[in-house]
C-alpha cells in the first residue's frame, strides 16, 4: 500500500504548536486521499494519524513492542495511539523504517529529536543509493525550513550528503504545493 511518511517528535502533547501543526499535515495528507504511515506511537505520530484519520484514510502505525513495550514506567509509548487503523510490529528500529520507507511516496520530516534525525538520514541515505542505482526512484524529502535547515547546512560537506534530494516548506499552505502533485 502506497502511503505518505512521517516522522517527528514523540514528545510534544496535544494543545502544543507542534502537535497542532502534526495534525494539520496528517489533515493535509488525507485531503488529497494519501494513506500515512507514522512509527505509530504518541506526538507527532498521534497528531498527524489523528488529522488523517479524519480525512478517511489508512493510517499504518510501525511499532516496536519488543523495545517500548517493557518502558512504560519511563514516559515511553506501550500500545499504538488510538488513531491507527493498521498496525504493524517491527523486530527493531531498522526494521521499523524499513516498514515506514518502503512503499512510501514521499516523507515529510517534522522537529524531532535523535530518532527523527536517524530516519531522516536513512531516507536521505536510501535517495543517495537509489540515485546511483538506475532502476530505483527517489523518494521525495520534504523538511520543515524552520527546524531543519539550520542542521542540515552544518554538517560538512565532504560526507556526500547531496542537499539536492531534500525539500524545504515552511508552512502548510508550502507543504500543500508539494503533496498535491503527488500521485
Known amino acids: 500500500m ?6 517527528g ?9 507542534e502537535y497542532v501543526f502534526a495534525e494539520e ?3 493535509l495528507i488525507g485531503k488529497y486521499g494519501h494513506n500515512v504511515a ?5 506526538g507527532t505520530m498521534e497528531a498527524v494519524s489523528k488529522g488523517a484519520l479524519n480525512q478517511g484514510v489508512t493510517v499504518s502505525g510501525v511499532t516496536v513492542p519488543s523495545l517500548f513495550s517493557e518502558k512504560s514506567e519511563k514516559g515511553f509509548e506501550r500500545r499504538p495511539n488510538i488513531y491507527v487503523n493498521n498496525e504493524i510490529k517491527a523486530e527493531s528500529l531498522s ?18 529529536k535523535i530518532g527523527t534525525l536517524t530516519e531522516l538520514f536513512v531516507a536521505w541515505n536510501s535517495n543517495y543509493l537509489f540515485n546511483i542505482n538506475e532502476n530505483k526512484d527517489l523518494i521525495p524529502i520534504f523538511l520543515k525550513k524552520d527546524y531543519w535547515k539550520k542542521i542540515v547546512d552544518e554538517f ?11 525539500n524545504y516548506f515552511e508552512d502548510i499552505a508550502q507543504l500543500e504545493m508539494f503533496v498535491s502533485k503527488l500521485n
Open 95 to 112: 526494521n521499523r523504517i524499513h516498514f515506514l520507507l518502503k512503499d512510501s511516496k514521499a516523507i515529510i520530516v517534522l522537529p524531532g
Open 25 to 27: 499535515v496528517g489533515e
Open 38 to 42: 507514522t512509527g505509530g506511537y504518541q
Open 156 to 166: 560538512p560537506n565532504n560526507m556526500e550528503l547531496n542537499k539536492e534530494f531534500l
Open 9 to 17: 517528535s514523540s514528545r510534544c502533547k496535544a494543545g502544543e504548536s
Open 2 to 7: 502506497n502511503h505518505i511518511t512521517v516522522f
